[in-house]
């Protein structure tokens, strides 16, 4: 008898990579990030309190890439936010203001527009990974509304609208395209439309504007009829844009390399750390990152400028054949740490010597890349690269991490840990 075959549904990789591409962004009011602005950081409005962000971020992680149902989702964050205080409606400081006022923080109602509407981005996102790797052979794009009494009048007249995958009006209307919408697209090649009588349309439907004024910032937004205002942008597009700038800023070519090898503060240290005893590098270090010039550097990141912050052991060094233990921190990922972690003070940087010195955690994320974890007062973890060439080690990422977050990265296929003294 044939042995039983499982089928297990496929983490949805796009929408995971999507989401936890991004940072952490405290912010007061819901306006105060906007659009595009999503697909590089993680808000949720009120959400003031990092701890309070990263417990929330860790269950929506969850939600995506293991599929927990909002109930459960609602069932375990509830008891951590209200331990945490967030919860319930309570006397907030505007920090924009100054004024303290009455605010709604944690509620069942907040907790499932909160789920529904980053699952549904981040599926967005995945989407429109998998229109452009596919376009060649599925060139178009059919715009599907749910067609009930809930649906929004202007979201039922574009339901069967089909368009080119790089349509200008998939800019703008690539769903979803507001609070609790519930519309989708679906990809199709020719054969689609012949099976089903379908045409592909002339023209988009037409787009009216309307004006509607940001109170936060006083600006006015030309904001679509029928889309939410903060909807009107295209979560994947907006996401790749995110992607391909970040992997421009944390890739240093060829000669950027050589240009901060044999840049101060590198040159006059370089090649004591590699001679000196692990201890002693350790200790130049940590002195280092504790200088003003690197708190200017984190302020204001010098192209051709890179600063040493941690040496890697020969055991991590080994994992991803780096010729060189030191790793610095470029310019190009300082300046994408700043807009994507903007929370990070330089005390957090002063972290990075003792990641390398005595991690709790080392797993390989690739041939190439390993991520640091360690647990002190604060959890923290980075990834570090080598470039291709191997000649020189880089940090790629560097954010605060939790307990929660760490387990969940060890549940992930394929982890290999290279060390462990949890």
């Not at 967030?86 to 924009?96: A, S």
């Not at 080598?386 to 000649?391: D, H, I, K, Q």
Request: charge should be neutral.
């Amino acid at each position: 008898m044939a042995d039983r075959v499982e089928l297990r549904p496929v983490p949805p990789e796009a929408a995971i990579a999507y989401f936890r591409r991004k940072g952490l962004k405290p912010s007061f009011d819901w306006r105060d990030v906007w659009q595009q602005e999503h697909a590089r950081v993680f808000t949720v409005a009120k959400g003031m309190q990092l701890d309070v962000l990263q417990a929330i971020r860790d269950q929506v992680d969850r939600a995506i890439a293991d599929g927990i149902t909002f109930d459960e989702f609602r069932k375990t964050l509830t008891p951590q936010l209200q331990e945490q205080g967030w919860w319930g409606r309570q006397p907030m400081t505007d920090p924009e203001t100054g004024i303290e006022r009455e605010v709604q923080l944690g509620s069942p109602r907040r907790l499932q527009i909160i789920f529904d509407t980053n699952l549904r981005t981040a599926y967005s996102a995945e989407k429109w990974d998998t229109a452009q790797r596919l376009k060649e052979r599925r060139p178009y794009l059919r715009y599907v509304a749910v067609m009930d009494s809930r649906t929004r009048a202007e979201h039922a007249a574009w339901h069967g609208t089909i368009l080119p995958v790089d349509d200008p009006w998939w800019d703008t209307h690539f769903p979803p395209n507001g609070w609790n919408c519930r519309c989708t697209m679906m990809q199709l090649a020719d054969r689609d439309l012949e099976r089903n009588g379908w045409e592909v349309d002339d023209k988009p439907p037409p787009v009216e504007y309307r004006d509607w004024v940001n109170k936060r910032t006083g600006q006015v937004e030309r904001v679509p009829q029928g889309i939410d205002p903060g909807f009107g942008y295209n979560p994947g597009a907006a996401a790749l844009d995110a992607r391909d700038a970040t992997r421009a800023l944390s890739e240093p070519s060829a000669a950027d390399v050589e240009r901060i090898l044999t840049a101060a503060p590198l040159s006059a240290l370089n090649a004591q750390l590699r001679r000196a005893e692990i201890e002693t590098a350790h200790a130049a270090l940590r002195q280092l990152v504790a200088s003003d010039e690197f708190a200017a550097f984190l302020a204001k990141p010098s192209v051709g400028l890179g600063f040493p912050v941690m040496r890697l052991s020969e055991e991590v060094r080994a994992a991803i054949a780096a010729d060189d233990p030191i790793v610095a921190l470029s310019p190009w990922t300082a300046a994408k740490q700043a807009r994507e972690q903007p929370d990070l003070k330089p005390a957090d940087y002063r972290q990075l010597p003792e990641l390398g010195a005595a991690p709790t955690l080392v797993i390989k994320a690739d041939d190439r890349t390993v991520v640091m974890i360690r647990d002190g007062d604060r959890w923290y973890q980075a990834a570090v690269r080598r470039t291709v060439s191997g000649a020189a080690t880089f940090v790629r990422s560097f954010r605060r991490t939790s307990a929660a977050d760490v387990e969940r990265q060890l549940r992930e296929r394929g982890v290999e840990v290279i060390l462990d003294r949890r």
